[in-house]
């Protein structure tokens, strides 16, 4: 069997694509990928052994421009450019994002049956596009909250959204990588740890706000905090924090022994060490950090990115805090006050916190890159 996988633009785009590439991959399926050469794909597909090719997708132009009016052409261009990438396929999986538009509609003039991916809790452009064209049969949901979105002639199949094969081996080898994150990042094993990040490029305001929160809890001593702050952001957060211990590998700013520990990174390599030592993650909540959080039964504050196209971060958050696996907090609420208040009143409230890491074990679903292998191996035959 032969299938190709087309999306990209983001990580959130990307993971899940080479998550499920590596399942087909591992039943005897040849997997390629299509993608541009400025987005992450170009990075890390070639990196996970995958053969890629690239494609002159262009992003949706929404305001009216001369490059509004040479948009359909370029498209037409780009569905022409896929055609003979996608002929002698079995199956396309669309990931979602501009990228995967023309793969997909190469597909349906190609007669090569086409699986729709959607990461997120409300329809995406690309794929809700890909939807009112006809040019697929069946969609893969990671919420069921989505169902109602599409049209009814399409099949819908809640298979969840694939994560990393690293992520996905943390609950079972937990107190191993947690050992070895305590070695790494220089936490102390009788603390309990809540893991702060906004994803691969950091999340400015949420830093500030955690910076502002770390002071007003300086004096808990049964407390720790990593910071991930991404790359751009770690020098302004670091002359935000007090000074403490600067020494090692990993910037160390610390209250003393009576006081607060926190670990300040500008990006953690191996993340699933992150989510190993968390007793708490505060996170925004892209489709890719709640399967991942989720995936790790790990209970979570969320502080949806609030210019995410439609919103949809919110709509993520909202369907983890109905399942009672995550607390919400909105961007505009979010100050060092009430940061550290909802901090205090998850991590001081253990039973709360046990119940959420419950929940958000059943709300997760580590096995969606299988389930969503099998969608396609049924399109296929």
Same mark, same amino acid.
């Given at each position: 069997?032969?299938?190709?996988?087309?999306?990209?633009?983001?990580?959130?785009?990307?993971?899940?694509?080479?998550?499920?590439?590596?399942?087909?991959?591992?039943?005897?399926?040849?997997?390629?990928?299509?993608?541009?050469?400025?987005?992450?794909? /170009?990075?890390?597909?070639?990196?996970?052994?995958?053969?890629?090719?690239?494609?002159?997708?262009?992003?949706?132009?929404?305001?009216?421009?001369?490059?509004?009016?040479?948009?359909?052409?370029?498209?037409?261009?780009?569905?022409?450019?896929?055609? &003979?990438?996608?002929?002698?396929?079995?199956?396309?999986?669309?990931?979602?994002?501009?990228?995967?538009?023309?793969?997909?509609?190469?597909?349906?003039?190609?007669? @090569?049956?086409?699986?729709?991916?959607?990461?997120?809790?409300?329809? !995406?452009?690309?794929?809700?596009?890909?939807?009112?064209?006809?040019? $697929?049969?069946? @969609?893969?949901?990671?919420?069921?909250?989505?169902?109602?979105?599409?049209?009814?002639?399409?099949?819908?199949?809640?298979?969840?959204?694939?994560?990393?094969?690293?992520?996905?081996?943390?609950? #079972?080898?937990?107190?191993?990588?947690?050992?070895?994150?305590?070695?790494?990042? !220089?936490?102390?094993?009788?603390?309990?740890?809540?893991?702060?990040?906004?994803?691969?490029?950091?999340?400015?305001?949420?830093?500030?706000?955690?910076?502002?929160?770390?002071?007003?809890?300086?004096?808990?001593?049964?407390?720790?905090?990593?910071?991930? $702050?991404?790359?751009?952001?770690?020098?302004?957060?670091?002359?935000?924090?007090? @000074?403490?211990?600067?020494?090692? #590998?990993?910037?160390?700013?610390?209250?003393? *022994?009576?006081?607060?520990?926190?670990?300040?990174?500008?990006?953690?390599?191996?993340?699933?060490? #992150?989510?190993?030592? /968390?007793?708490?993650?505060?996170?925004?909540?892209?489709?890719?950090?709640?399967?991942?959080?989720?995936?790790?039964?790990?209970?979570?504050?969320?502080? &949806?990115? *609030?210019?995410?196209?439609?919103?949809?971060?919110?709509?993520?958050?909202?369907?983890?805090?109905?399942?009672?696996?995550? %607390?919400?907090?909105?961007?505009?609420?979010?100050?060092?006050?009430?940061?550290?208040?909802?901090?205090?009143?998850?991590?001081?409230?253990?039973?709360?916190?046990?119940?959420?890491?419950?929940? %958000?074990?059943?709300?997760?679903? &580590?096995?969606?890159?299988?389930?969503?292998?099998?969608?396609?191996?049924?399109?296929?035959?």
């Amino acid at each position: 069997m032969r299938v190709v996988i087309a999306g990209g633009g983001t990580a959130g785009h990307v993971y899940p694509g080479l998550a499920v590439g590596h399942e087909l991959r591992s039943r005897g399926a040849d997997v390629s990928f299509l993608g541009t050469e400025m987005g992450v794909e /170009a990075r890390l597909v070639p990196d996970a052994g995958f053969p890629f090719q690239v494609v002159r997708a262009r992003p949706f132009v929404r305001r009216v421009s001369l490059r509004a009016a040479r948009a359909p052409f370029v498209a037409l261009d780009a569905v022409r450019e896929c055609r &003979p990438r996608v002929a002698t396929a079995d199956a396309v999986i669309g990931m979602g994002g501009y990228v995967s538009v023309p793969a997909v509609l190469a597909a349906r003039r190609e007669h @090569v049956p086409a699986v729709l991916h959607e990461q997120n809790a409300v329809v !995406g452009l690309a794929n809700g596009a890909l939807a009112r064209a006809r040019a $697929t049969r069946v @969609v893969a949901l990671s919420f069921a909250e989505t169902r109602g979105s599409w049209p009814r002639a399409i099949r819908k199949v809640v298979t969840g959204n694939p994560v990393r094969d690293e992520i996905l081996r943390v609950p #079972g080898k937990r107190e191993a990588l947690a050992k070895e994150a305590r070695g790494e990042l !220089g936490l102390d094993e009788h603390r309990r740890t809540v893991l702060v990040f906004g994803g691969s490029q950091g999340a400015l305001h949420i830093d500030r706000a955690a910076i502002g929160a770390c002071r007003l809890l300086g004096d808990r001593a049964d407390l720790q905090i990593v910071m991930v $702050t991404g790359p751009a952001h770690l020098e302004v957060i670091r002359r935000g924090l007090p @000074v403490g211990d600067r020494s090692g #590998g990993v910037l160390s700013v610390a209250g003393g *022994p009576d006081g607060l520990i926190v670990r300040l990174i500008g990006y953690l390599d191996r993340m699933e060490l #992150g989510y190993a030592c /968390a007793d708490l993650v505060v996170a925004r909540s892209g489709a890719t950090t709640v399967a991942e959080i989720s995936a790790c039964g790990l209970p979570s504050l969320l502080i &949806p990115y *609030p210019y995410a196209t439609r919103r949809h971060q919110e709509a993520n958050a909202r369907a983890m805090q109905r399942a009672g696996a995550a %607390s919400l907090m909105l961007d505009a609420q979010v100050s060092s006050q009430s940061l550290s208040d909802r901090i205090l009143s998850l991590m001081d409230h253990r039973e709360r916190l046990e119940a959420m890491r419950d929940r %958000s074990t059943a709300f997760g679903k &580590p096995d969606a890159a299988a389930r969503l292998a099998d969608l396609v191996t049924e399109a296929a035959s």
